[in-house]
């Protein structure tokens, strides 16, 4: 459980700027193709709009006439991009190169996931771009047009307010750790900004011929004007919902409309097991045993576990929670559950100085353990009483 | 087996007055016989007694029980007797339950009654517990007796010669030319408590001539796989092939280095000042004797404690003793001699070094406790500079300064520590599984390490490590007989492997590992000790510790903390 230290990325001085007078998506396609015809990469995994024009599909493809319909940055986020990723490569690397564009949160997912070896990023060229954030899915497929509109519109004003309530308080709503990173905000005069943060990255840029020379300081400094700003929403938004769930009365409370469809386990993802341990047998008692509980306490609610199924994936997540929104996206009965795993995420994360997802060289914090530090950081007991240790 | 065939037995003992006083006992049989499926709730005054097992042991079979539960104390005590008892009478002995009811109840709680409750819980919670286990076998592994010892140093050696026998063959790798180590280049002068060196050399000359020691010269092993009772070894030979060997143990005795103390400008090292080691007096007192730079031999010498001390961060210990060595030596030649020892400490690890001090005053050596002491001078004279206990800084004008330089890692403890995956300690040593009760034992089952290998030590203790490493395999791997390993292991149930390692980072023993083809994890039940770190750690509740299953253990749980009323 030792700590990271260099969990924070360094953010790339330059890049390429790119016209992109129609918009975002076109600029960016253009690149991706140019990518395919070189032979860069063989394919591309992106969002692609679904024939019923009502949401969107992770969809790896080379081909033009689907490419015409996918949608780098789509109003919504349907499948966590690092799921899709995960379900392409999770038994072994990709032969051919492919590209996969994503959301920073689904690229930081992709990255938690390739540490607990259920994704293979080798030949793959991770894509981000700064997000503004998703709507909620279920305003979004109620009335699709006017979803697309009502994205477009709050991309356009700098708005948040439309979107998902972890995207208005997300801090890492930029470059992450991907190989390279579309730059959009601070960036003026109808272009983008193509930022390379790896060697992958740039000899991406390098074959599809655009020169990496333009200043990125205007973005780099708005990223972090903006930064600011959402983190202190993000304090009051936590102190909110560490308020509705404080104590063990108003926790339960809160969880006590969940159906236990595990909508928001199965959607995670980092939870990645394959058979959840509250979907087995082991916690199931006998009949006998339900009556005796029941005379014993009163009452019991059924199906149990409600709680327990809840803290239990939380103890599992709360290392890698990216904070992507999706399982309150997934919950039909729209517990806040997003807002609080990212509390409680941020609350352990900060414990070992981990950001899941910004680096794939920081590891696992449970997996690696100081004798000497964690005892007297954790415990407060020295190994070595004789000798002593820095944290003393 | 259905529930009904189940005949499970309770037995409490009294344990004397032990449990009996402080336990109402009556009241436990009456509770716990209204228990379904219990078939019998006996008592007995002592249970690990002669007649306690006689009683036991024609209970289980006259009553013809499925399953046993006995009450008694801690399972570090009688785990094992009533296992054997309940394996001599027909039932499988992991269908039995230990319940320590004297530690945790009778010897805990004051409140009769209080304990009395605790007991009836506890018992409870057992037999529900045992309801859920499932017959265990143990298996038996076929191993080899032949011992792999890598250094031929005083350590490795005497391991060699008190295993090596008609039915056991010792392979002892030297990476050197010659067979010693450091010990066998003593000659001159032995520091005190070592071997005189006429026992060093019928040592070596012992191991040479053992036609059950093989001895590879100038040789290095390459790698070492398996686990204990089969392990394959590949040693690299000069201006030969490669050679395979097999064995079923490994003694580490790769020995150690002297600091260097020309790393630090403390020890005069670099000036023109007569500065000596240890080694240096040894080395010329083998070969003729000790003169100063110009020839001459000295009339007055500093020795001087401690270089390198502060730089690695710990004391050897035995280098105090090789300084009086040397002292005693001088003396013994040039009775006038002038010696000042100038120490910060004085490491004294037996009665006889102490009286060493007395005698080496009563010819005068001078001892003198300092805090701060340096080397400089020129080739005409030394001066050690010292601040002694009263904050007076001070000078001594010497011929000859001796430095006694700490003992620190071998250069080849890395490369061995990753060949078999070993633990290194802060200081750079093989670490031991246990400072006390296996000092000479490492975290993986069947390697030991002995000697200055494992940390800084004399000839006599590394003798003796060597011995209780040797005395270890000799007892646990016997010729013709087979190895029972642990039967409690942990197994990976591969439908619910997601493959993402954890359990592999977590294994303290290198039980579990990873099939890259067939995407998923695996416990070698050889080397598994049960531990249950994969258990705990595999978020997918993939991993399943035999005898502490989840369901084991949640129905344990669960009648611990149900009402005392009977819940079945």
């Known amino acids: ?392 | 087996m259905s529930e009904n065939t189940y005949k499970i037995g309770v037995y409490i003992c009294e344990c004397g007055p032990n449990i009996a006083d402080a336990v109402d006992i009556d009241r436990v049989v009456e509770t716990i016989s209204k228990y379904p499926d219990i078939f019998i709730v006996k008592r007995h005054k002592l249970l690990c007694s002669g007649p306690g097992k006689d009683f036991l042991h024609e209970d289980i079979v006259t009553e013809g029980l499925t399953h046993v539960v006995v009450a008694a104390c801690s399972p570090k005590d009688h785990e094992t007797t009533f296992a054997n008892i309940c394996k001599k009478s027909g039932v499988n002995p992991y269908l039995y339950q230990l319940i320590n009811i004297r530690e945790q109840c009778a010897w805990m709680i004051k409140d009769k009654e209080a304990a009395t409750d605790k007991v009836i819980s506890y018992i409870r919670a057992g037999v529900r517990r045992v309801k859920y286990h499932s017959s265990l076998e143990q298996k038996e592994l076929e191993s080899t007796p032949d011992v792999l010892v890598v250094g031929g140093g005083i350590a490795g050696i005497e391991s060699a010669l008190n295993l090596a026998s008609t039915e056991r063959k010792v392979y002892l790798v030297e990476k050197s030319g010659r067979l010693g180590g450091t010990a066998g280049e003593f000659e001159g002068i032995m520091p005190y408590g070592s071997l005189s060196p006429e026992i060093v050399k019928s040592k070596i000359a012992d191991a040479q001539a053992n036609p059950n020691i093989e001895v590879f010269y100038d040789s290095i092993v390459e790698s070492i796989i398996g686990f204990f009772g089969n392990f394959e070894v590949t040693v690299v030979r000069p201006n030969e092939d490669n050679i395979e060997l097999k064995v079923g143990s490994v003694v580490i005795a790769t020995g150690f280095e002297l600091f260097d103390p020309s790393k630090t400008d403390k020890y005069g090292f670099g000036s023109k000042a007569n500065v000596m080691t240890v080694r240096e007096i040894e080395m010329k007192a083998k070969t003729g004797g000790v003169t100063l730079a110009d020839g001459t031999t000295p009339k007055s010498i500093a020795l001087v404690h401690c270089a390198g001390r502060d730089e690695v961060g710990y004391c050897s210990g035995v280098c105090c003793n090789s300084l009086l060595e040397i002292a005693d030596y001088f003396k013994s030649k040039h009775p006038n001699i002038e010696i000042h020892d100038v120490h910060r400490n004085l490491c004294k690890t037996s009665p006889e070094e102490a009286e060493r001090i007395s005698n080496l005053e009563e010819k005068g050596v001078v001892f003198t406790r300092v805090s701060d002491v340096s080397i400089n001078g020129d080739s005409s004279k030394t001066i050690v500079e010292y601040t002694d206990s009263k904050g007076t800084e001070k000078t001594i004008d010497v011929d000859l300064a001796i430095i006694a330089p700490a003992i620190i890692p071998g250069e080849d403890t890395p490369q061995v520590a990753q060949m078999l995956d070993l633990t290194i300690d802060d200081f750079g040593f093989f670490e031991e599984e246990h400072l006390m009760t296996g000092s000479f034992k490492t975290s993986v089952d069947g390697v030991f390490v002995t000697g200055c290998a494992i940390g800084p030590k004399g000839i006599l203790d590394s003798v003796g490590q060597a011995q209780s490493a040797a005395g270890n395999i000799l007892s646990r791997l016997v010729p013709g007989k087979k190895l029972h390993p642990e039967v409690k292991t942990s197994e990976v149930i591969e439908s619910l492997c997601t493959g993402c390692q954890t359990c592999v980072t977590v294994c303290s023993y290198g039980a579990t590992s990873y099939d890259e083809i067939r995407r998923v994890s695996s416990v070698n039940e050889a080397i598994c000790r049960g531990c249950g770190n994969c258990v705990g750690s595999c978020p997918s509740g993939a991993i399943r510790a035999k005898h502490f299953t989840e369901k084991q253990l949640f129905q344990e749980v669960l009648e611990a903390i149900a009402s005392s009323e009977i819940s079945g």
């Not at chain 1, 930081?108 to 293979?120: C, S, V, Y």
């Not at chain 1, 011929?209 to 400094?221: C, I, L, R």
């Open chain 1, 1 to 392: 459980m030792e700590k990271n230290m260099k969990a924070k990325t360094v953010t790339p001085s330059k890049g390429a700027l790119i016209p992109a007078s129609n918009g975002l998506n076109p600029a960016v396609l253009e690149v991706l193709k140019k990518g395919i015809e070189s032979g860069f990469f063989s394919a591309v995994l992106l969002p692609v709009k679904v024939p019923s024009d009502d949401s969107y599909a992770w969809v790896l493809t080379s081909q033009d006439s689907l490419l015409e319909k996918a949608n780098v940055l789509p109003p919504v986020m349907t499948v966590q991009g690092g799921k899709a990723l995960s379900s392409l490569t999770k038994h072994g690397a990709s032969k051919m190169k492919i590209a996969a564009v994503m959301r920073p949160c689904e690229i930081r997912a992709a990255i938690e996931l390739a540490k607990l070896k259920q994704i293979d990023l080798e030949n793959v060229l991770l894509i981000s771009m700064d997000c503004p954030g998703a709507l909620p899915i279920q305003n979004y497929v109620d009335n699709p047009i006017e979803g697309e509109k009502n994205f477009s519109d709050a991309v356009q004003n700098d708005d948040v307010e439309p979107m998902r309530p972890t995207c208005k308080t997300c801090t890492h709503f930029s470059i992450t750790s991907p190989d390279l990173h579309i730059a959009t905000m601070g960036v003026t005069g109808d272009s983008i900004l193509l930022v390379p943060s790896s060697a992958k990255g740039h000899s991406f840029l390098d074959e599809v011929g655009v020169n990496v020379e333009t200043d990125a300081s205007s973005w780099s400094s708005e990223i972090e004007k903006l930064t600011e700003a959402r983190k202190s929403s993000k304090q009051k938004a936590v102190a909110e919902i560490k308020e509705q769930t404080s104590g063990f009365a108003n926790f339960a409370e809160v969880l006590s409309k969940c159906i236990s469809c595990h909508n928001c386990m199965s959607v995670c993802p980092v939870c990645y097991c394959r058979r959840c341990y509250f979907e087995s047998d082991v916690s199931e008692l006998s009949t006998e045993q339900y009556m005796a509980r029941s005379a014993q306490k009163g009452s019991i609610r059924l199906s149990q576990d409600v709680l327990l199924f809840h803290l239990g994936r939380m103890s599992h997540m709360t290392m890698s929670c990216v904070s992507c929104g999706s399982c309150e996206d997934a919950c039909p009965v729209d517990i806040p559950i997003a807002q609080i795993f990212s509390a409680v995420g941020d609350d352990s994360q900060s414990l070992f100085e981990y950001i899941p997802g910004m680096s794939p060289d920081d590891p696992l914090p449970l997996r690696i353990f100081s004798k000497d530090k964690e005892l007297c950081d954790i415990e407060r007991i020295c190994a070595d009483p004789l000798k002593g240790c820095d944290s003393k």
